[in-house]
């Protein structure tokens, strides 16, 4: 394990408790954007380029900007007097804790049996194309449909309420 | 302490899923707790993402094609989702989950 892996997995869960501890929206919304470039860089420290690149161009392009889009639009930049926190945060903390608790022990557990350091896998964008076009085409299609449903889906739910006309 | 590499990515993955569950269980916002889904999305990713590398067969690509299918339902979802935030803050002016306390619009 490298110094890199190290410091792009502190800028990742560094701007993942940043997202989820900071009080104005719209500063979660740029840890957020933070935190989905450190996963990025992760994704491309794993030999996963088209992944990571992909992951830059939906989440840290578009996603972000999406909820930047929403916060603004529901006034949800303005600090709320009672706090940022749900009544019974300290519940919701307790289950993230202990999700985390099984997880890391159940790891750390496996750890030995675990496959060590491979070489890379020389995975070209041709070979990517390939298999989306071949053996992985059915759900590309599928893939493609749900984009354009959800597209309509939340233009209509998002749209404005026509005046009922008599 | 930590033996592989695989080990490494898989527990950063469950750190990141596991601030991602808190923020969408602790905070009062709607669009806060649909950010902590992404964050859980994403740490899933990453751990699809390092099966994949480590794995015996990463030509066969399975890991990354199921990665990058997962990015594309995720975008999906964000968008549906804060189109809902949205619509239901026109609704009731407010986005606190605290305060949604009624099916009825």
């Known amino acids: 394990m490298g110094v890199v892996f190290y410091l792009i997995s502190a800028l990742a869960v560094g701007g993942a408790l940043a997202t989820v501890l900071l009080k104005n929206l719209v500063h979660c919304a740029l840890a957020l954007t933070v935190s989905f470039l450190g996963i990025a860089f992760l994704f ?25 889009f929403a916060i603004l639009l529901t006034r949800a930049a303005e ?3 009672v706090g940022v926190f749900s009544k019974t945060w300290i519940v919701g903390l307790a289950i993230a804790a202990a999700v985390f608790a099984v997880l890391a022990w159940a ?20 070979q990517i194309g390939q298999a989306l076009m071949g053996r992985y085409v059915l759900p590309l299609e599928i893939v493609a449909a749900l984009l354009t449903a959800a597209l309509l889906g939340a233009v209509i739910v998002a749209m404005h309420e026509k005046v009922r006309t008599k | 302490m930590i033996a592989t590499p695989l080990t490494g990515y898989l527990l950063v993955a469950a750190l990141i899923f596991a601030i991602g569950l808190a923020g969408a269980l602790t905070r009062r916002n709607a669009i806060l707790v649909l950010i902590g889904i992404e964050l859980m999305l994403n740490a899933a990713n990453l751990n699809l993402i390092a099966f994949w590398r480590y794995g015996p067969h990463p030509e066969m690509l399975t890991g ?7 990015i594309a339902v995720a975008a999906a979802e964000a968008a549906v989702g804060l189109g809902l935030v949205i619509s239901i803050y026109r609704h009731v002016k407010t986005t606190d989950l605290d305060q949604m306390n009624e099916m009825k619009g």
């Open chain 1, 107 to 126: 790891v750390l557990r496996a750890g030995p049996w675990l496959p060590n350091e491979t070489a890379a896998p020389q995975v070209t964008v041709n």
């Open chain 1, 79 to 81: 600090l709320p007097k």
């Open chain 1, 44 to 68: 491309l420290r794993l030999d996963a380029e088209f992944v990571g690149f992909a992951q830059i161009l939906v989440y840290v392009g578009a996603v972000a900007i999406l909820v930047v």
């Open chain 2, 64 to 70: 990354m094609m199921f990665a990058i299918f997962s």
